[in-house]
Every structure is written in C-alpha cells, then in structure tokens.
C-alpha cells in the first residue's frame, strides 16, 4: 500500500492525562460569564431581573407587607379601619381553618382526622426514605393495613367510635381522602389493564380496551353526576351506596383508564430482548412482568404517572358540582359569610387554596424527579 | 417417558415455520445427542437463529415436533417453562436485566423458579461469576460493563439455572474484536467440561476447536452437515463452498 502523502504527527511518547481546565474564577467570574457575556445577555439578564421583579413584588406585598395578620372579623381588614392599602386578611382563613381543614366533621371528632393523618405520615416518609429498612412490611402497612385503619377511624361506628356521616366531611379531609384513594386504586388497575391491552387473549384484550376507551371517553364531571345522581335510579329499591364511596369508585375508574395508557406507553418502550431474555430463564409471564417487565417499564413512565397524580389531585376539586365539598368547596362556602366578606376575601382565600394545592403537588413533583435519578441504572456513573 | 439417561438431548422432526407468507424453516430434520456440541452457520435469513428459538419455543411454529430431554414442546405452558428450566440462552444483544446488578440477574430465576434460597442462589452465581472470569464485577450494574463482560455475565446467568442444554445465537456479533476471545474462551472451556451446546455463529475457528458436528443451513434447511474437519476441508454442496470461500477468505 502506498504511503499517504500528507504528513502526519506520530507521537513517540505517550501523553500523560490532565486535569480538565476550570471553569471559571470564583462566584463573581461564574456570575460576570453566564450572565452578563456580551450585550446581548447582559440585555436579557437586565430584562428577566425587572420581569421579576414586577411579579414577585406585587405578590410579596400582598401576602406579606401589607397583609392584615390579627383580627376577628371583616372590619379589621377594611381599608376604612387599617387606614392603608390591604393585602391579604389572614385572620379569615385562621377564623375558617377548620372549616377549610375538616368540612363538617364534628370538632369533638376532629381528632379522629388528626389520627388518621399522623398514621399516614408515619407510614409514608419511612416509606419515602430510600435508606429505611423493612420497605416490603412498610408498603403492605401503608397501602393495605392503612387504608382499613383510616376507614374505621373516620367513618367510626366500631369499636365505641362514634359514626360520623361522610355527607358531614369536608375541606382538605375529602381532597386527601379523594386522591389517596384515587392514586393508591388507579396504579395498580391501570397496570392491569394496560397488561390487558397487550395480552395476547383476545377477550382480555377487547375488554380492556373497551373499558379504557370508555372511561377515556367521558368527562369526569359526567363521571361523578352520573355516579352521584344517575347510578341510585339503577340499583334495586333498597340497596344505597355512600355518595362519597360512589364518587371514590368513579375517580378511581377513571383514573386507572388514564394510568394505563401511561403504563402502556412503558410497556412499549421495552425492548423485545428483555422479554426473550425472561422467557429462556423460565420466569413465567407474571414473574416476567413483575421482576424484569414491569420495573422497567414504570420507571420509564414516573413523569408521566406524577402528571396523572397531580392532575387527579387538581381534579378532585370537580366533586363539587355533586355537593361534596372538598378544600375548594370550603372556601366558597366560606366566602358567602357576610361577616368576613371584604374585598379581599376572595383574593386571600384563593392564595391560601393555591399555596397548599402548589405545596402537595410540587412536592410530589419533586421526589418523583428524585426517585428518577436514583432509579437511573442506565448509565454508568 | 422422560428419563434421566436419555442420550438424545433435542430431537427436531419436521419443523416448518412461516413468518407471514415467508417460509422460514422448511421441514428441518436434527437430533443433537447429549454432550454434543453442534455449531450451525449459514448465509444471514436462512433461519438459524429461529431454529435455535424454537428449541425453547421462543418462536413457536406451525408443523413438526421438537422434543427436549424427552419433553415434547406443545401450546402448554406448563410444559414450555419446565423445557425453558432445563435450556439455557444466551442472546446476541446480551439481554441482561438492566435494573439489576449482575448479581441479582444472576440469582432471579434460581430464586423464584428453582425455589432455591437466595444465599444458595447467590454462592451459585459467584462460583458462575468467577468462572467467566468477573467475580469482581457482581454488584455492578450491566451498563457498567463492557460488551464482552456483558456477555460472559448473561452466559453465567443461563448457568445459574444448572441447564442440561445450551444455546448461543451470534453470541460474538456484537461485540468489538478485542471482545470476542474472551467469550470464546469462555465457551471452549463449558464445552470442555461436556455441556450440550448448539451454537449459532460464524466463528469458524471456534467450530474447528469445538464441534462434533458442524450444520450448514441455507433458505430455511440444512443443506450439510458433518464433522468440522470434513466439512471445512471437503464441503459437499455448491452453496457451502461459496459461503466458505466468503468467510473464510
């Protein structure tokens, strides 16, 4: 072969690694090169300060600065008595906490709520917590034995637990109570059907396709009036269903329809290798799905099942069209007492719902970004 | 009746697949007697790797029979995942479970289909491990490999189930040249030990060092088949001579 006749540069000693060159020169060289290199950033940096700056004052006086913090009723929140600009009348929403925080549920109960709470919260951040042993008992705590604790506890009617209608429950009570149910019934009948859909049994298949295009199909408004008012005029004479655990029923049918198309969406992203791989070891189908299929499979999908969670919690907010009157419904109720109505009231309520709706789902936001990462096996790092 | 001295290990009679319209395996005729090693080759299309997958019915087909350790392999899934127990796998693309660490790929079908207690399960996978030569790598994630330490990991992962039989589809074809050896090596050395082995591949060399038979396969059917020495030195047929004359040059 004829040698090339464009030069060429052989080392003769190999080169030694090195240390890769440093970014920049302190906090002030970092700051001086990502915001403010060239006119044209600099610009941009200026412009998105003062966009800010126009939003986050506003916001900032109004909740804050010129915010009324102590009071009894409407007159303290009056322009007329404070003789300056009002902000927020938080001692509104403190007058109507428990209102916002339990409905109706009798005070002397309350506790009951509270219970329930500090269970759930024992049970989930040890559960949360990647480094916590015991996960397999934690999860069969939280997601079976909870659920049934929490049921006696807030419906009563055993164990001397005095029976407390849920016609009477309200506030954030009903929206927890609606998306835990909603989040904890809608995954796994959504890993069933989307497992459904893709079976090779042509019954299970048309079922749940018939199943999830339907309930994909009609409004969850039309859901919950057809569940509250509809369903009571089918069923014989004397068989009555609780209106919350009808609506329960519905939220979780229509969630788990939405689920499965995001499991589904999974399912499709794993190669066939890994099926082929499950099966020459023998694993049958189920142990395939659970050990090697499915975990793959959901990790793939946790921004798009923290979407569906997140929407389902925003969600829950529709029941009250069907007189179920959960953390939003609380706070019109509470808007129609003449004592605290002000012309800030609105604004005030509106801000505390929004900040404890933003809380919860931005939350769950954040740990799915979490548990992402560290599910992230992919990659070598 | 099944029996534990069964000298045949696969028998194959009358296969015949179609895929759509395509007529894939066409009336395949091959009995690999226990402790055989049969390495089949053949232009790319001409069906060897589904002739491997129906040995554990990862293709089903639509004539013949394939009989395994005595099991005939129907539409019974019972009998289908006892077969798949007995035959291990290992695939081109690796197929290792990237979820799970190389030890946990190892001891999950031990565990949950042998039953066998998840220390045992693990003691058999480190032995495995380490006769692939990567004991060190066992709680690594397979990403975190190279190619051909991937492939020996999903050879000792088809070990761990203790398999009477062995099967390697283009085991080689992925990988980088520098790769190659090492799984080779691997492989020679399982064969040594007496394992059934069917082995799909163009490693000719191998063949030569390996095999007591080696199987020509063109459009869906075996087309030659003898001892390695015969078959590279005296091919019978026109198209085997044309194949060798292309890969071994």
Redesign the interface.
């Known amino acids: 072969m004829a040698v090339d006749a464009q030069p060429c540069y052989v080392r003769r000693a190999l080169a030694e690694p090195e240390p890769p060159p440093t970014a920049s020169s302190g906090a002030f060289g970092l700051i001086q090169q990502r915001l403010f290199d060239g006119v044209l950033n600099s610009a941009l940096t200026i412009i998105s300060l003062v966009v800010i700056a126009a939003i986050a004052w506003p916001t900032v006086k109004f909740l804050l600065v010129d915010a009324v913090w102590q009071g009894s009723s409407r007159v303290d929140c009056l322009p007329e008595t404070v003789k300056r600009e009002v902000g927020a009348c938080w001692p509104f929403i403190a007058a109507k906490f428990r209102q916002f925080m339990y409905g109706f549920y009798p005070q002397d109960q309350q506790w009951r709520v509270n219970l329930t709470y500090a269970l759930g919260m024992l049970l989930l951040v040890p559960l949360l917590i990647p480094r916590i042993p015991y996960k397999g008992l934690n999860a069969i705590l939280f997601f079976g034995v909870f659920p049934v604790a929490g049921f006696f506890l807030l419906v009563g009617g055993v164990l001397g637990l005095e029976h407390v209608e849920t016609r009477v429950w309200g506030g954030l009570l009903v929206t927890l109570v609606i998306s835990f149910t909603g989040i904890v019934g809608s995954l796994p009948l959504g890993i069933l059907l989307a497992l459904g859909r893709r079976s090779d049994l042509p019954i299970v298949r048309t079922l749940c396709i018939v199943f999830i295009e339907f309930w994909r199909g009609v409004p969850l408004i039309t859901v919950l009036f057809f569940a509250t008012y509809m369903l009571p005029l089918f069923l014989p004479g004397n068989w009555r269903i609780d209106g919350l655990l009808r609506v329960l029923i519905g939220v979780v049918l229509f969630a788990a329809a939405y689920m499965a198309e995001v499991v589904r969406g999974g399912l499709q992203a794993i ?1 066939r ?2 099926y ?9 189908y189920w ?1 395939m799905m659970g ?2 299929i499915l ?2 499979a959901l ?1 793939f999908v946790i921004p798009g099942i923290v979407n569906s969670f997140i929407a389902l919690f925003k969600d829950t907010t529709l029941v009250l069209i069907v007189a179920i009157f959960d953390l939003l419904g609380q706070l019109r109720a509470a808007f129609a007492d003449p004592n605290w109505a002000t012309p800030v009231t609105l604004f005030t309520g509106f801000a505390f719902a929004g900040m404890v709706y933003f809380l919860v789902s931005f939350g769950m936001s954040r740990y799915a970004l979490f548990t992402e990462r560290r ?1 992230n ?5 | 009746m099944r029996t534990t001295r069964n000298p045949v290990a696969v028998e194959i009679v009358g296969l015949s697949k179609w895929f759509g319209e395509f007529h894939v395996l066409r009336d395949v005729d091959l009995k690999v007697m226990r402790g055989e090693r049969i390495v089949i080759c053949g232009p790319s299309g001409s069906g060897k790797s589904t002739l491997l997958r129906c040995i ?1 019915r ?1 293709e089903s087909w639509q004539r013949g029979r394939v009989v395994v350790d005595g099991m005939e392999l129907t539409d019974d ?1 019972k009998k289908i ?2 077969v ?2 007995e ?3 290992v ?1 081109q ?7 799970l660490t190389v030890l946990e790929n190892c001891t ?2 031990p565990i ?2 042998r039953k066998m207690p998840r220390k045992e399960a693990e003691e058999i996978a480190r032995h495995y491990l380490k006769r692939v030569r990567i004991p060190e790598q066992a709680d690594k ?1 397979p ?2 490999l190279s190619g051909g330490q991937q492939q020996r990991v999903a050879i000792a ?2 070990l761990c ?1 203790r398999p009477k039989i062995m099967l390697f589809d283009e085991v080689t074809s992925a990988l980088d040249p520098e790769m190659v050896k090492e799984v080779l090596d691997t492989m020679v050395e399982l064969a040594k030990d007496g394992m059934t082995m069917l082995v799909v591949s163009h490693e000719m060399g191998f063949a030569r060092q390996v095999a007591n038979r080696v199987v020509f396969m063109d459009a869906g059917q075996i087309i030659e088949a003898n001892e390695p020495e015969a078959f590279f030195s005296h091919p019978q047929h026109e198209r085997t001579r044309l194949f060798l004359s292309q890969i071994l040059r």
């Open positions: 190669p290798g890994q082929e791989g499950a099966m020459a070891l023998g694993l049958g142990r050990f090697v975990p793959q990790k599910l096996t992919g990659r070598p790092n | 554990n990862i899934l995942d006892e798949r127990r035959v291990g796998m695939f693309q690796f197929n290792l479970f990237p979820h999950l079908a949950w289909v994630y990403a975190q992962r088809a189930m």
